[in-house]
């Protein structure tokens, strides 16, 4: 494979049974490099030098532990492309070339700072699908032009990021990826959701209903309170930065959605008001303590 194609990820804690499935099958479709964002001595002794390993000297979240992956590819010199995959991301087979002949398919001037790639989370269908198409998408499309993009899937070429920069690191947790990718759409740019270009979620986020009987609303209503609570702060900076045009409505809709979450568990009903006041007034950054 001619493209010099870098994989950035980022990692904590315990999740070492799941990065090595994301490094094993990112090698296998023939990444050049892989940066991985985290401490991990354990892995690291058993690693060739298509891998290079950050020592981060605090937790920065995954917008910290992103934007640290990417300053450092970009400024590798062999680094032409950044493919960027959660630690739960595993990619499918063929999915990197799928993504390089689509590339070499567009003829779109200046394509390598206005466009970006993201690869098809199936397990996340319901979402992909809705941002697709209001109804229901042609069985034959193969792929579709979204407004923002997880980091998990993202490829790049790295010139993007001379108009883009980098994930904002106070948002810490969540909605970083939204922010930052949503930055290409701002730009006149446009990021290519490719269907066929696969990836398989390992473990699904923390509020994705796993069962029927469950919904986002009672998911949320008993969460980690620290997960909730920059899910729904940067959310809300995020929304009303970017995208409310009307307040009025905005805030009606925050009203429901308080509605339903407190009918389903008043838990986490204060901590949810403390993000969204926070997020309306750009109160970002790690906290330490949700008071």
């Known amino acids: 494979m001619g493209n010099k194609v870098f994989v950035v990820t980022v990692t904590y804690g315990n999740r070492f049974h799941l990065l090595k499935q994301v490094i094993d099958s990112a090698l296998s479709e023939g990444v050049h490099k892989i940066i991985v964002a985290d401490n991990l001595k354990e892995y690291e002794k058993s690693l060739n030098d298509k891998i290079e390993v950050l020592y981060l000297d605090d937790n920065y979240g995954s917008?910290?532990?992103?934007?640290?992956?990417?300053?450092?590819?970009?400024?590798?010199?062999?680094?032409?492309?950044?493919?960027?995959?959660?630690?739960?991301?595993?990619?499918?087979?063929?999915?990197?070339?799928?993504?390089?002949?689509?590339?070499?398919?567009?003829?779109?001037?200046?394509?390598?700072?206005?466009?970006?790639?993201?690869?098809?989370?199936?397990?996340?269908?319901?979402?992909?699908?809705?941002?697709?198409?209001?109804?229901?998408?042609?069985?034959?499309?193969?792929?579709?032009?979204?407004?923002?993009?997880?980091?998990?899937?993202?490829?790049?070429?790295?010139?993007?990021?001379?108009?883009?920069?980098?994930?904002?690191?106070?948002?810490?947790?969540?909605?970083?990826?939204?922010?930052?990718?949503?930055?290409?759409?701002?730009?006149?740019?446009?990021?290519?959701?490719?269907?066929?270009?696969?990836?398989?979620d390992l473990e699904l986020s923390w509020h994705i209903p796993k069962s029927v009987k469950e919904t986002r609303f009672s998911v949320i209503s008993r969460g980690n309170p620290y997960r909730v609570y920059y899910s729904i702060r940067n959310r809300v900076f995020f929304e009303i930065n970017n995208l409310v045009d009307n307040k009025m409505i905005y805030w009606i809709n925050i009203l429901v959605y308080l509605l339903l979450i407190s009918l389903s568990s008043r838990k986490n009903v204060r901590i949810i008001l403390k993000a969204i006041k926070d997020g309306y007034r750009g109160r970002l950054g790690r906290i330490e303590e949700i008071g």
């Open 63 to 200: 917008a910290g532990g992103f934007k640290r992956g990417l300053q450092v590819a970009y400024n590798d010199p062999e680094c032409e492309f950044i493919w960027l995959l959660d630690d739960d991301n595993k990619s499918m087979n063929g999915s990197l070339k799928i993504l390089l002949d689509f590339w070499d398919s567009l003829e779109i001037e200046n394509k390598k700072e206005r466009i970006a790639l993201l690869s098809y989370r199936f397990k996340k269908e319901q979402l992909a699908k809705k941002q697709l198409s209001k109804n229901k998408p042609d069985s034959d499309k193969k792929f579709g032009i979204v407004p923002v993009a997880p980091c998990g899937g993202l490829f790049i070429h790295k010139n993007l990021l001379n108009k883009i920069g980098y994930p904002n690191e106070k948002f810490y947790l969540y909605a970083d990826d939204h922010e930052w990718s949503y930055r290409i759409t701002k730009i006149g740019g446009g990021i290519y959701l490719i269907l066929d270009s696969k990836i398989d």
